[in-house]
């Protein structure tokens, strides 16, 4: 299979410890996208990818949190000195920019990785 | 502000029937509009598109949705429902215009088709 892969898929840590996720997009995607999806929400735009390029982050990435691609395939989204509102689904996806440019690269979602923050 | 509204927590319909689950947007420009399923513990799996060109979009599943620009809407059909349809549905908008490349999701529509 290759979709995008997440590791691990559940995780319990005590609050004030650093966790680590990585994500393994689909092998040809130059684009990789992190999400965080509470309980009845729909996922919220946490950080991008272009190839190894951080390209935007939004406001809900507090300083607490940062994400590496550093070979523009795998990726890791780590929180420092987690807190109970951290608790969420983290969903990775990835896309294809081709020679179509911009136009309609569909994100394709991995399994997700669900924090619980005791 | 870009937005997505799925003003319906949740839709059942009877096995067999047709369904139909609400999306409404606004965003500045075209939007590039999006349907994606979500099983319980899975991520979201993409179900179809709307990028230009016919309003009728068909996708996986033999989900289809229509596009319809004067009601800013791209609601997600489908003829006869299975129970194994049921799941959480997302509609997302790309804004092209301001920022191409972050998704809007809407809250969610848990779909339950009962036998």
């Known amino acids: 299979d290759t979709g995008v892969s997440q590791d691990p898929r559940h995780k319990i840590t005590k609050r004030g410890q650093n966790v680590t996720f990585r994500c393994d997009p689909i092998?040809?995607?130059?684009?990789l996208y992190w999400y965080r999806q509470t309980l009845g929400q729909g996922p919220e735009f946490l950080t991008y990818?272009?190839?190894?390029?951080?390209?935007?982050k939004s406001r809900l990435l507090s300083d607490r949190f940062s994400a590496e691609r550093p070979k523009g395939s795998f990726s890791t989204l780590e929180i420092q000195r987690t807190e109970q509102g951290d608790s969420a689904m983290y969903l990775c996806?990835?896309?294809?920019?081709?020679?179509?440019?911009?136009?309609?690269?569909?994100?394709?979602f991995g399994p997700g990785t669900r924090l619980t923050v005791l | 502000a870009q937005s997505v509204a799925q003003p319906e927590d949740q839709v059942n319909v009877a096995e067999g029937n047709p369904l139909t689950v609400k999306c409404t947007y606004s965003?500045?420009?075209?939007?590039?509009l999006f349907w994606y399923v979500q099983y319980p513990n899975r991520g979201l799996q993409f179900l179809l598109k709307y990028i230009t060109g016919d309003n009728l979009v068909k996708g996986s599943y033999g989900f289809e949705a229509e596009f319809n620009k004067s009601q800013t809407s791209f609601h997600l059909k489908k003829p006869s429902a299975l129970v194994s349809d049921s799941a959480l549905y997302f509609c997302?908008?790309?804004?092209?215009?301001?920022?191409?490349?972050?998704?809007?999701f809407g809250s969610g529509t848990k779909l339950n088709v009962k036998p």
């Open positions: 996806a990835s896309s294809l920019l081709g020679l179509a440019g911009r136009v309609g690269d569909t994100q394709y």
């Open positions: 965003v500045s420009g075209n939007p590039y």
């Open positions: 990818f272009q190839n190894e390029a951080q390209l935007e």
């Open positions: 092998s040809e995607h130059n684009r």
């Open positions: 997302a908008v790309r804004d092209i215009v301001r920022n191409f490349n972050k998704f809007y």
